[in-house]
Protein backbone atom coordinates (compact mmCIF):
# COMPACT_ATOMS: atom_id res chain seq x y z
CA UNK A 1 0.00 0.00 0.00
CA UNK A 2 1.04 3.68 -0.78
CA UNK A 3 2.11 5.72 2.14
CA UNK A 4 -0.43 8.45 1.07
CA UNK A 5 -2.86 5.46 0.94
CA UNK A 6 -1.62 3.97 4.42
CA UNK A 7 -2.29 7.51 6.39
CA UNK A 8 -5.72 8.33 4.27
CA UNK A 9 -7.17 4.76 5.65
CA UNK A 10 -5.27 5.61 9.46
CA UNK A 11 -7.30 9.02 9.26
CA UNK A 12 -10.94 7.49 8.48
CA UNK A 13 -10.61 4.77 10.97
CA UNK A 14 -9.53 7.86 14.06
CA UNK A 15 -13.13 9.40 15.87
CA UNK A 16 -14.56 12.59 14.20
CA UNK A 17 -13.99 14.11 17.53
CA UNK A 18 -10.84 13.07 17.29
CA UNK A 19 -9.98 14.98 14.14
CA UNK A 20 -12.04 17.87 15.01
CA UNK A 21 -9.83 18.19 17.60
CA UNK A 22 -6.54 17.89 15.30
CA UNK A 23 -7.83 20.34 12.67
CA UNK A 24 -8.48 22.57 15.20
CA UNK A 25 -5.10 22.45 16.83
CA UNK A 26 -3.43 22.93 12.94
CA UNK A 27 -5.93 25.98 12.39
CA UNK A 28 -4.90 27.86 16.24
CA UNK A 29 -1.17 27.54 15.26
CA UNK A 30 -1.86 28.48 11.57
CA UNK A 31 -4.67 29.69 9.27
CA UNK A 32 -2.07 28.58 6.18
CA UNK A 33 -1.60 25.51 7.70
CA UNK A 34 -5.52 24.80 8.09
CA UNK A 35 -6.37 25.66 4.56
CA UNK A 36 -3.24 23.30 2.92
CA UNK A 37 -5.01 20.30 5.45
CA UNK A 38 -8.74 21.25 3.91
CA UNK A 39 -7.26 21.03 0.80
CA UNK A 40 -4.72 17.92 0.67
CA UNK A 41 -7.36 15.70 2.92
CA UNK A 42 -11.04 16.19 1.24
CA UNK A 43 -12.52 13.56 3.63
CA UNK A 44 -11.80 16.27 6.07
CA UNK A 45 -15.17 18.04 6.69
CA UNK A 46 -14.04 20.60 9.04
CA UNK A 47 -15.08 23.83 8.00
CA UNK A 48 -15.61 27.78 9.53
CA UNK A 49 -19.33 26.65 10.45
CA UNK A 50 -17.70 24.20 13.18
CA UNK A 51 -17.55 26.45 16.40
CA UNK A 52 -14.33 24.82 17.39
CA UNK A 53 -12.54 25.54 14.13
CA UNK A 54 -13.85 29.13 13.95
CA UNK A 55 -13.21 30.09 17.51
CA UNK A 56 -9.41 28.93 17.43
CA UNK A 57 -8.44 29.62 14.47
CA UNK A 58 -5.33 31.37 13.96
CA UNK A 59 -6.22 35.12 11.83
CA UNK A 60 -2.44 36.39 12.50
CA UNK A 61 -2.29 37.90 8.70
CA UNK A 62 -5.33 39.95 9.29
CA UNK A 63 -4.29 41.33 13.04
CA UNK A 64 -1.16 42.96 11.20
CA UNK A 65 -3.54 44.08 8.52
CA UNK A 66 -7.18 44.54 9.52
CA UNK A 67 -8.11 45.99 6.46
CA UNK A 68 -7.46 43.04 4.58
CA UNK A 69 -10.55 41.80 6.54
CA UNK A 70 -12.59 43.47 4.24
CA UNK A 71 -12.46 41.06 1.60
CA UNK A 72 -13.10 38.32 3.94
CA UNK A 73 -16.46 39.34 5.21
CA UNK A 74 -18.37 35.65 5.43
CA UNK A 75 -14.98 34.33 6.65
CA UNK A 76 -14.98 36.97 9.41
CA UNK A 77 -18.61 36.39 10.43
CA UNK A 78 -18.09 32.68 11.39
CA UNK A 79 -15.48 33.65 13.73
CA UNK A 80 -17.45 36.13 15.48
CA UNK A 81 -20.45 33.94 15.88
CA UNK A 82 -17.80 31.50 17.28
CA UNK A 83 -16.50 34.04 19.48
CA UNK A 84 -12.71 34.17 18.22
CA UNK A 85 -11.09 37.13 20.07
CA UNK A 86 -8.64 37.75 17.43
CA UNK A 87 -11.34 38.49 14.90
CA UNK A 88 -12.87 40.95 17.35
CA UNK A 89 -9.97 42.61 17.53
CA UNK A 90 -10.07 42.79 14.09
CA UNK A 91 -13.78 44.21 13.98
CA UNK A 92 -12.82 46.56 16.75
CA UNK A 93 -10.20 48.15 14.90
CA UNK A 94 -12.08 48.72 11.77
CA UNK A 95 -15.37 49.76 13.12
CA UNK A 96 -13.24 52.75 15.41
CA UNK A 97 -10.71 53.93 12.83
CA UNK A 98 -12.13 52.93 9.78
CA UNK A 99 -15.92 53.38 9.96
CA UNK A 100 -16.01 56.25 13.20
CA UNK A 101 -18.33 53.74 14.96
CA UNK A 102 -16.76 54.07 18.50
CA UNK A 103 -18.91 52.44 20.05
CA UNK A 104 -19.65 48.83 18.26
CA UNK A 105 -15.56 48.84 18.04
CA UNK A 106 -14.65 49.29 21.75
CA UNK A 107 -17.69 46.21 22.66
CA UNK A 108 -15.19 44.21 20.09
CA UNK A 109 -11.91 45.62 21.84
CA UNK A 110 -13.29 45.30 25.02
CA UNK A 111 -14.26 41.44 24.28
CA UNK A 112 -10.60 41.14 22.79
CA UNK A 113 -9.12 42.36 25.51
CA UNK A 114 -10.15 39.29 27.40
CA UNK A 115 -7.76 37.06 25.71
CA UNK A 116 -4.69 36.58 25.31
CA UNK A 117 -3.76 39.17 22.78
CA UNK A 118 -1.85 42.14 24.69
CA UNK A 119 -2.16 44.46 21.84
CA UNK A 120 -5.65 44.11 21.92
CA UNK A 121 -5.56 44.81 25.92
CA UNK A 122 -2.95 48.01 24.98
CA UNK A 123 -5.65 49.63 22.85
CA UNK A 124 -8.90 48.87 24.65
CA UNK A 125 -6.68 50.55 27.97
CA UNK A 126 -5.31 53.82 25.65
CA UNK A 127 -8.59 54.31 23.65
CA UNK A 128 -10.81 54.03 26.95
CA UNK A 129 -8.35 57.18 28.55
CA UNK A 130 -8.60 59.05 25.04
CA UNK A 131 -12.17 58.66 25.05
CA UNK A 132 -12.84 60.18 28.98
CA UNK A 133 -13.21 56.74 30.59
CA UNK A 134 -9.70 57.42 31.67
CA UNK A 135 -9.16 55.62 35.54
CA UNK A 136 -10.97 52.73 33.49
CA UNK A 137 -8.23 52.95 30.90
CA UNK A 138 -5.56 53.18 33.84
CA UNK A 139 -6.64 50.13 35.56
CA UNK A 140 -6.55 47.83 32.62
CA UNK A 141 -2.99 49.43 31.41
CA UNK A 142 -1.34 49.25 34.59
CA UNK A 143 -2.98 45.34 35.24
CA UNK A 144 -1.22 44.53 31.77
CA UNK A 145 2.35 46.35 32.30
CA UNK A 146 2.60 44.58 36.02
CA UNK A 147 1.76 41.15 33.96
CA UNK A 148 4.18 41.91 31.00
CA UNK A 149 6.39 44.47 31.75
CA UNK A 150 7.26 48.06 30.58
CA UNK A 151 9.72 46.70 27.31
CA UNK A 152 6.96 44.70 26.47
CA UNK A 153 4.20 46.89 26.29
CA UNK A 154 6.02 49.20 24.45
CA UNK A 155 6.31 46.27 22.11
CA UNK A 156 2.65 45.90 21.98
CA UNK A 157 2.25 49.94 21.43
CA UNK A 158 4.55 49.12 18.27
CA UNK A 159 2.71 46.29 16.95
CA UNK A 160 -0.95 48.54 17.55
CA UNK A 161 0.83 51.06 15.50
CA UNK A 162 1.47 49.01 12.77
CA UNK A 163 -1.26 47.56 11.99
CA UNK A 164 -3.48 50.54 12.92
CA UNK A 165 -1.14 52.32 9.72
CA UNK A 166 -3.44 50.48 7.61
CA UNK A 167 -6.29 52.32 8.87
CA UNK A 168 -7.82 56.05 8.98
CA UNK A 169 -6.84 57.31 12.39
CA UNK A 170 -7.83 60.34 13.00
CA UNK A 171 -8.04 63.27 15.54
CA UNK A 172 -10.58 63.66 17.71
CA UNK A 173 -11.86 66.31 20.41
CA UNK A 174 -11.82 64.05 22.35
CA UNK A 175 -8.66 62.96 22.09
CA UNK A 176 -7.39 66.52 23.09
CA UNK A 177 -9.99 67.20 26.46
CA UNK A 178 -8.26 63.37 27.49
CA UNK A 179 -4.63 64.43 27.22
CA UNK A 180 -5.20 67.99 28.97
CA UNK A 181 -6.87 66.67 32.14
CA UNK A 182 -4.43 63.71 32.09
CA UNK A 183 -1.54 66.38 32.11
CA UNK A 184 1.46 65.49 35.00
CA UNK A 185 2.85 68.03 36.75
CA UNK A 186 5.56 70.15 35.25
CA UNK A 187 8.75 68.83 34.21
CA UNK A 188 7.81 65.59 36.28
CA UNK A 189 9.92 63.04 34.39
CA UNK A 190 11.68 62.95 31.08
CA UNK A 191 9.04 61.66 28.34
CA UNK A 192 10.06 57.90 27.96
CA UNK A 193 8.86 54.66 28.96
CA UNK A 194 11.58 53.75 31.47
CA UNK A 195 11.99 57.19 33.01
CA UNK A 196 8.47 58.25 33.59
CA UNK A 197 6.61 57.61 37.39
CA UNK A 198 3.36 56.09 38.36
CA UNK A 199 2.49 59.56 37.68
CA UNK A 200 2.70 60.20 34.52
CA UNK A 201 3.37 56.93 33.03
CA UNK A 202 0.00 56.82 31.49
CA UNK A 203 -0.02 60.58 30.29
CA UNK A 204 3.26 59.49 28.15
CA UNK A 205 1.41 56.11 26.92
CA UNK A 206 -1.80 58.56 26.10
CA UNK A 207 0.91 61.23 24.31
CA UNK A 208 1.86 58.16 22.49
CA UNK A 209 -1.50 57.66 20.82
CA UNK A 210 -2.27 61.25 20.73
CA UNK A 211 0.86 62.05 18.22
CA UNK A 212 0.10 59.07 16.58
CA UNK A 213 -3.40 60.34 16.14
CA UNK A 214 -1.82 63.78 14.67
CA UNK A 215 0.12 62.11 12.20
CA UNK A 216 3.76 62.62 14.08
CA UNK A 217 6.03 59.39 14.12
CA UNK A 218 3.64 57.23 12.21
CA UNK A 219 4.52 53.25 11.97
CA UNK A 220 5.60 52.38 8.33
CA UNK A 221 2.58 50.57 6.48
CA UNK A 222 4.16 47.48 5.57
CA UNK A 223 4.12 46.38 1.50
Avoid at 22 to 39: E, F, L, P, R, W
Avoid at 62 to 75: A, D, F, T
Avoid at 193 to 208: D, G, I, P, S
Amino acid sequence: MEPSKRSLSRLETMPDDMLRLIVSKVGASSSIDYCNTMMTCKSLNFGLNDPLIAKTLDITPLVERPNISYGYGKMMESLLASNNLDAHYVKGMCEYFDFDNPVLGLYHLRIASKGARKEAKYLYGVLLMATGMINKGKKILSKLTDAIGLDSVETSWENVQASLSHLTVEMKDVYVDSLISMEPELNCHPPGVNTVCFKCYHAYLMTEFFEMALGLNPASASA
